[in-house]
């Protein structure tokens, strides 16, 4: 039997993902299957981005519904999340033994980049959840960083879930489908150039993937849907194997790619 990873990167899509989830979705369901039921869930989500590592300690986490313009049936999709105030106390205290600063919100719902995976992943909502934020003006080495900050917790019992996107560039999306649906070869390029550094496990070369990646700047224009990745990379350990467990490509340039980091 393999070992139950520490971490999970996992993507979150267009909003519509938590209505049509395909093969992305049943991924998701079908990975958690394995696994032993978590003390609690650190889900660390590209929409929530402060200026602080700031962790979340509502009782009862909001669904937020932080987008505009979908269908109808999205805004009555509820999380029916928990929080746990011990279980955030110790996550606070693991970012500050890192020497890192940290901030505590005691409102923070779910925005979709946490609750869609989760409702896959958890659909009985019966983990209870502690939000934390990203820094996007800190880069991928200051994500990293967080990440090593909560792997000692693993062996608490808490799992951290990532969320974000391997690739995600908007504007790119909508020429697409004005373009018979043609996916840019960035796309792939970028995906397979990750997948490779991950499993060689080129730490270095990932977090200098601006320079390094072929179709960087264009798989992500600004820098918060990969930083979720580098939180998970981090957390999963030092010697964590990285196993991806979904590939594939939604709305023409949005990689779903997921990822475990297993321990050695």
């Known amino acids: 039997m393999s070992p139950s990873p520490t971490a999970l990167f996992v993507p979150h899509g ?3 993902f938590a209505l049509r989830p395909g093969a992305a979705g049943a991924a998701l ?3 958690v299957r394995t696994l032993p039921q978590p ?3 650190i889900v660390v989500s590209a929409h929530w981005d402060t200026a602080l590592p700031t962790v979340g300690f509502a009782e009862r986490p909001e669904t937020i519904h932080d987008f505009w313009g979908f269908p109808d049936e999205l ?3 509820r999380y029916p999340a928990t929080g746990c105030r011990e279980a955030a106390n110790e996550v606070v205290a693991a970012i500050k033994a890192a020497g890192l600063p ?6 923070r719902g779910l925005d979709h980049g946490a609750w869609v995976p989760l409702r896959l992943m958890f659909p009985e909502a019966d983990v209870p959840v502690i939000p934390l934020s990203i820094q996007s003006r800190g880069g991928p080495q200051q994500a990293y960083a967080l990440g090593q900050a909560l792997a000692p917790l693993a062996a608490k019992g808490f799992l951290v879930i990532a969320s974000g996107n391997v690739t995600h560039n908007l504007r790119d999306y909508q020429q697409a489908a004005q373009n018979n649906g043609q996916t840019p070869a ?4 970028f995906t397979d150039w990750l997948a490779e550094r991950l499993v060689a496990h080129d730490t270095p070369a990932l977090l200098d993937y601006r320079r390094q990646a072929p179709g960087a700047a ?11 990745l580098f939180v998970a990379l981090g957390a999963g350990g030092e010697a964590a194997k990285a196993e991806r467990f979904h590939a594939g490509i939604d709305n023409y340039v949005i990689a779903m ?6 321990p050695q």
């Open 14 to 16: 267009a909003p519509t």
């Open 29 to 31: 369901t079908t990975a």
């Open 39 to 41: 003390r609690a869930i």
């Open 75 to 77: 805004y009555t999709l």
């Open 102 to 107: 940290v901030a505590e919100d005691a409102e």
């Open 186 to 189: 960035y796309v792939r390029q």
């Open 218 to 228: 264009q798989a992500h224009p600004s820098d918060e849907h990969l930083l979720p």
């Open 257 to 262: 790619d997921a990822y475990k980091f297993l």
